[in-house]
């Protein structure tokens, strides 16, 4: 019994194994996110292997109340769903500069972020499609409570 249990454990492991996964080794393009107001990133992403990645993303936030550039980075897992479906987690953080429109203030920050989401790469062409969720922890004025989260839909060209 031990043996039929491991050998069912060992291809099971073999299949997941086996299962083709494609990340792009590059991709460039928009992520279009809501993070407190409008916001505009160039984003970059290098793949490092077939399952880890990394995502370089310069930004413009616009709100009633502030504006703010950021410059992220971010390391990520990824793990095939089916085809071209795949989800991924990451870590990283980055740097800005804010300006208060209403009370003639501005300042840099630094901040601490996480990633994860779900994509589709098309087969026949050269298109990524992305929705992730991304909670920022900053410092310095970041944000009244020092967090926020991003929910954003990327368009990338792959390479």
């Known amino acids: 019994m ?4 491991l050998s069912a454990i060992m ?3 073999l299949t997941f ?10 991709a460039l393009g928009l992520r279009l996110g809501d993070n407190d ?8 992403q290098r793949g490092l292997s077939q399952k880890n990645r990394l995502e370089l993303d310069l930004g413009w936030r616009n709100s009633n ?11 990520q897992w990824v793990w095939n769903i089916d085809g071209g479906f795949n989800w991924y987690a ?18 840099t920050f630094v901040f601490a972020a996480g990633d994860i989401g779900i994509e589709y ?10 929705l992730d969720y991304r909670p920022e922890f900053g410092s310095n004025g970041y ?7 991003d929910i954003a839909l990327g368009v990338r060209f792959k390479f």
């Open 2 to 5: 031990k043996k039929i249990i």
């Open 121 to 130: 790469s098309f087969q026949d062409a050269p298109i990524l499609l992305s």
């Open 90 to 107: 990451g870590v990283g953080g980055g740097l800005g500069s804010w300006r208060d429109n209403n009370y003639d203030d501005n300042g």
């Open 11 to 13: 291809l099971m492991g």
């Open 65 to 75: 109340e502030i504006d703010a550039f950021k410059l992220a980075g971010l390391y």
């Open 37 to 44: 107001g409008f916001g505009v990133e160039i984003s970059y």
């Open 143 to 149: 944000n009244e409570d020092n967090y926020n989260g």
């Open 17 to 26: 194994a086996a299962e083709a996964q494609h990340i792009a080794k590059n």
